[in-house]
């Protein structure tokens, strides 16, 4: 059974600091993994996909995301934090065994500081 | 525009009513889904349909309907047997399942 946990429902940052999200995964066979973005009163926008062509995943507004199976991890980075990345963040699997229908994690609250 | 379009923005229930949400997708996906959304809870699916005329059961199915007559269509109805329904519902479509969501701008409902 496929199943998503984010560690740390709120994570705060200062402006121009590092983003890292956690994301750990739980599945039985490969999965799919996507990272959403939410802005208030919105829906979700996908931020990245891994699908196995390659572990370091690079997504819109320099987001990026390593698979690392060892691990079952997904983490969600940026380099410097901006304003507009004041979100929430959800991410999710998809695999066979759920017939690929995405699981969502309960998502993780980014504050950025001036 | 191609997308996905949710109504009404902001829904009132009345104790013992049914009320549905309506979702239209123009973007000619197979795949469409009605996910809830609870403070602190992520995303938690309640129907989903991979064709038209067809469509199974969620992680919390009871007390909603849902109908898939056509494939642009995927309207979901809460019954008056959902105690709880206040919430924040997104609707979604894709290709298939394993491929990017588009999701709707979502339907606050809340009970007067």
Request: aromatic share 12%; with cysteine.
């Amino acid at each position: 059974a496929q199943s998503v946990t984010q560690l740390g429902s709120h994570v705060s940052v200062s402006e121009g600091a590092l983003v890292l999200l956690r994301c750990n995964y739980s599945s039985s066979v490969p999965p799919y993994l996507f990272w959403y973005v939410q802005y208030p009163n919105q829906g979700l926008q996908l931020l990245l996909k891994y699908t196995s062509a390659a572990t370091l995943v690079k997504g819109i507004n320099d987001f990026e995301a390593e698979f690392k199976k060892s691990e079952t991890s997904f983490h969600l980075t940026k380099p410097s934090a901006h304003m507009s990345d004041a979100a929430e963040y959800f991410c999710a699997v998809s695999e066979a065994g759920g017939s690929y229908i995405p699981t969502f994690g309960r998502g993780t609250s980014l504050i950025v500081h001036p | 525009d191609g997308g996905i379009t949710q109504s009404p923005k902001y829904l009132f229930r009345k104790e013992g009513q049914n009320v549905t949400l309506s979702c239209e997708q123009n973007l000619n996906h197979d795949a469409m889904y009605w996910y809830r959304q609870d403070p602190g809870q992520g995303l938690r699916l309640i129907y989903y349909s991979q064709i038209v005329n067809d469509f199974q059961k969620g992680d919390i199915a009871e007390g909603y309907s849902v109908s898939r007559e056509k494939k642009e269509s995927f309207p979901l109805t809460v019954t008056s047997a959902q105690k709880n329904p206040t919430a924040f519902y997104l609707c979604a479509s894709s290709t298939r399942p394993n491929e990017k969501l588009f999701f709707g701008s979502g339907t606050q409902l809340s009970v007067l």
